[in-house]
């Protein structure tokens, strides 16, 4: 059993299996669309939002156990592990695991608990789950992932989020969670235009939360989605109770000595994330400027496209190494198979292109903000003082330990900071 499931059965909360390590959702979360679904005030239309059921067509599923069958491996000089990228080995162990183990219609059948839906906004079919907590106070909140991520990131957090007196905590700290499948990713639409960018999905998200019926709302994100953060506190601060992030990234203050005032530890921290960026920014530089060229291989290739992601999971995490220390097999196929299935490993990744030529809100974010540090964060990492000149800080959290995909890492820790933060909050 995993940490999350040690904790979950430490709290009392039932959990069963479904095949190889199908994590079972709570009953809380299970499809509820007549609860949560958005409903229409008297005198008023029903906003178009249609109920969704994952459902993988049987060819596509079996047209990548052929594919996989058929991989055409490279070459690899003996004893190098990962220091070239992915590793021969493991790649091979993983891709038989997908072709003869993995159960996708089990996974299929766990995602479907969850109530999710589907609206178009700006031309654009948006996908999101969104579960509503039994607690009518609840606070809405939006959660947001980022690449190479899926609403997968959060299966581990939305029950304690949701229903909290089920899981250790107190039925007041509750949530009512929408979870994003961002533009291009997972289950929404592919954009047809320009300039999708970040800047854009916070409009998104601005649009979407009072369609629901949600007109003050609090969001967190990680990776991209604590990018977002930013750009949604400077398009929506009027209806945003508070924001947190688990990618405390900042700037360097454009006057002055940068590091006057930053004790020694916070810049030993950013210069060690300094020290490991060259090597692991190669994949930015390509999603940022040569996105389609990378994504014929990520559309015709799965093992191609399970390379690509899966050594992100193992470096931008707290694996020591072992990826799967972290992250079962399961989990990390159950992501790469969206990416897949739906052919958005393309239109996933021109978000980066999107970003670096769309300019982005720029200025201080005045929303009461929160960010939890994770020691082996690869990219948000920045001193308080930096943040502070940038945001309305009100809480810093140095966690113990944790990496990059903090909600599917460790989601005691990231579920704690949230109702933390958002404690009395209105």
């Known amino acids: 059993m995993n940490a999350f499931g040690r904790w979950v059965a430490a709290a009392g909360a039932a959990v069963g299996v479904v095949g190889a390590s199908v994590l079972h959702l709570p009953d809380s979360v299970r499809l509820q669309v007549g609860v949560s679904a958005a409903a229409a005030q008297p005198g008023q239309a029903m906003p178009a939002i249609r109920p969704y059921r994952i459902n993988i067509p049987d060819a596509t599923l079996a047209d990548l156990k052929t594919r996989l069958a058929r991989t055409r491996w490279p070459t690899e000089i003996p004893n190098t592990g990962w220091d070239y990228g992915s590793n021969l080995a493991y790649m091979k162990e993983l891709v038989t695991y997908w072709q003869t183990k993995f159960d996708w219609r089990a996974q299929e059948r766990t995602l479907n608990e969850l109530p999710q839906f589907i609206t ?21 909140l939006m959660l947001v992932h980022g690449w190479p991520g899926s609403i997968v990131e959060f299966t581990k957090v939305i029950g304690p989020l949701t229903e909290p007196q089920k899981f250790g905590g107190s039925a007041s ?6 979870a994003l499948s961002l533009p291009g990713y997972g289950f929404s639409g592919k954009p047809q235009e320009r300039a999708w960018s970040n800047k854009k999905i916070a409009s998104v998200i601005a649009q979407l939360m009072p369609r629901l019926g949600y007109t003050r709302y609090a969001a967190q994100g990680g990776d991209w989605g604590g990018i977002i953060m930013r750009q949604l506190g400077l398009t929506d601060p009027q209806h945003l109770i508070g924001l947190h992030s688990n990618l405390c990234i900042a700037s360097r203050p454009a006057t002055g000595d940068p590091w006057e005032g930053v004790p020694a530890d916070e810049r030993r921290m950013v210069e060690a994330v300094a020290n490991r960026l060259p090597t692991e920014q190669g994949y930015s530089n ?10 014929y291989g990520l559309a015709d290739s799965p093992v191609g496209l399970a390379a690509w992601i899966v050594e992100k999971f193992r470096t931008w995490s707290d694996s020591n190494g072992n990826v799967e220390s972290k992250f079962s097999k399961d989990e990390l196929l159950t992501n790469i198979t ?3 299935a739906t052919e958005t490993g393309p ?7 999107e970003n670096r030529t769309d300019p982005q809100l720029t200025g201080r974010v005045d929303v009461p903000f929160a960010c939890a540090r994770f020691p082996k964060e690869l990219f948000g990492v920045a001193p308080r003082k930096w943040i502070e000149a940038q945001y309305k800080l009100e809480r810093l959290t140095d966690m113990p330990r944790g990496g990059h995909f903090a909600a599917l890492e460790e989601p005691h820790l990231l579920v704690e900071d949230i109702r933390t933060f958002f404690r009395g909050r209105k």
């Open 173 to 178: 700290d509750a949530f009512h969670v929408v």
């Open 286 to 295: 390509i999603q940022g400027t040569k996105p389609m060229t990378l994504g």
């Open 120 to 140: 178009a906004i700006d031309g654009v079919d948006i996908h999101f789950v969104h579960v509503k907590s039994s607690n009518p106070n609840a606070m809405p």
């Open 347 to 353: 239109s996933s990744v021109r978000l980066y292109y």
């Open 338 to 340: 969206i990416y897949w």
